[in-house]
């Protein structure tokens, strides 16, 4: 960004204002002494077309400082969902559009980079962790061929075995974790369209309502969202689920009949690696990732006060849903 002088939105606005001004007195001026020496229609033809002209150019004036700044600041900040890193804007107009930009171009960068060092720790936390865990599964593989193992030389290697799987979930699930913030799922799905699938890949009995209303994600990530809270459900004991989905579009509500989340682990459901399940497989990086999910597309998930089982509130935020 050059560091040249740049006119103030007052200035501009004012000075428009007082231009347009300026040429109506100044128009009526030169055909009272114009139309006496070269008649009327001739003096209001010309004034008219100098009056043109110089609107036209406080126009392009008014374009060049202010609209087309605007448009480029708009068009840089929607490139920005798309992974790579955009041109930033060349033109700037006002000092406070200057100002405004150089925060967004700054803003951009700042996430950029977080979501790179995520991305970042997360392959090398995971790359250095795998071989040693690959190791440790081997060298109890060995073990386990060999002979004269006591029982509780067996029940060792068995637990050894079990975290190393436990150890191996967890890396997968850092790396689903990581690859959510970036998933995009744009686009637009309604719950009639998905209540085959699910119902026949969930053993529960599935009620929904406002099937019809149009929701702002696409059937992809509608089905991992879902998926995932279907089977917590199960998982809970639930037999029913009950999927409301908000007039407007922008919300939608999934609500069992199973046991429910207490009050002491409620607050925590969505932190990550929090689980009730560890000894039966959970990594408590589920919700977790729903939660990246949505908030990458404008929305947000939260745990909803029930008297019956779990309820769980999704809504998009600044979505404006279309049919």
Not at 21 to 40: D, H
Not at 62 to 74: G, Q, Y
Not at 160 to 169: H, K, R, S, T
Request: charged content about 15%; proline content about 5%; glycine content about 12%.
């Amino acid at each position: 960004m050059s560091r040249r002088w740049r006119p103030s939105l007052g200035f501009v606005l004012g000075g428009a204002l007082a231009g347009t001004l300026a040429l109506s007195f100044l128009g009526l001026i030169a055909l009272r002494y114009l139309g006496p020496e070269v008649g009327f229609r001739n003096a209001a033809m010309g004034l008219g077309l100098v009056i043109a002209t110089l609107t036209a150019l406080l126009g392009w004036l008014m374009v060049r400082l202010l609209l087309r700044p605007i448009r480029a600041l708009e068009a840089y900040a929607k490139a920005q969902k798309g992974g790579a890193a955009p041109p930033p804007p060349a033109h700037f107009g006002t000092r406070e559009l200057h100002t405004t930009a150089r925060s967004v171009i700054a803003m951009a960068g700042a996430l950029r980079d977080r979501e790179t060092r995520i991305r970042s720790f997360t392959d090398h936390v995971t790359h250095e962790l795998k071989t040693p865990v690959s190791a440790i599964r081997a060298a109890a593989e060995l073990l386990e061929d060999g002979a004269g193992l006591s029982p509780e030389d067996t029940r060792l290697l068995a637990q050894i075995d079990g975290a190393c799987a436990q150890l191996e979930g967890q890396l997968a699930t850092l790396r689903r974790a990581a690859q959510a913030r970036e998933l995009r799922y744009d686009g637009m799905s309604r719950l009639n369209d998905l209540t085959n699938e699910l119902r026949s890949q969930h053993p529960l009995d599935i009620t929904i309502n406002g099937g019809a209303v149009p929701l702002p994600l696409a059937p992809e990530g509608m089905r991992v969202i879902l998926g995932h809270l279907l089977n917590n459900a199960a998982q809970h004991g639930a037999t029913g689920v009950t999927l409301t989905a908000a007039q407007n579009g922008t919300a939608l509500t999934v609500q069992d009949n199973g046991r429910g989340i207490s009050k002491g682990n409620a607050p925590h459901v969505f932190d990550p690696f929090f689980t009730t399940r560890r000894d039966t497989g959970g990594t408590g990086m589920g919700l977790a990732i729903l939660r990246n999910i949505l908030s990458t597309h404008g929305g947000q998930i939260m745990l909803a006060a029930t008297a019956e089982g779990a309820s769980f509130h999704i809504s998009f935020r600044g979505v404006t849903p279309q049919s």
